[in-house]
């Protein structure tokens, strides 16, 4: 259960911080919301690298796990 609320902590808590900045509702109708501005306003592109980063961690442990049980498995 703490798991749970701590995840959701994480995931909600830097999403209020976000829509502090001028960005959202202060520039042409539309702009403010677009996939271009999400991916070149810091405060949102670090999230989207740390995405990355985090998925590419996962894969790489998940692949370095199988092949140290099939080496494992192998020796046996």
Known sequence: ????VYATLLSVLPATVLF???GH?????G???SLWHYVTEPQHAWV????????????LY???QRNVIASADDLS
Request: aromatic share 4%; hydrophobic share 55%; glycine share 6%.
């Open 1 to 4: 259960m703490a798991r749970v």
């Open 20 to 22: 502090a900045h001028e």
């Open 25 to 29: 509702g202060h520039t042409a109708p």
């Open 31 to 33: 702009q403010g919301n």
């Open 48 to 59: 989207l690298t740390a995405l990355v980063v985090v998925a590419a961690a996962v894969a």
């Open 62 to 64: 998940r692949w370095s």
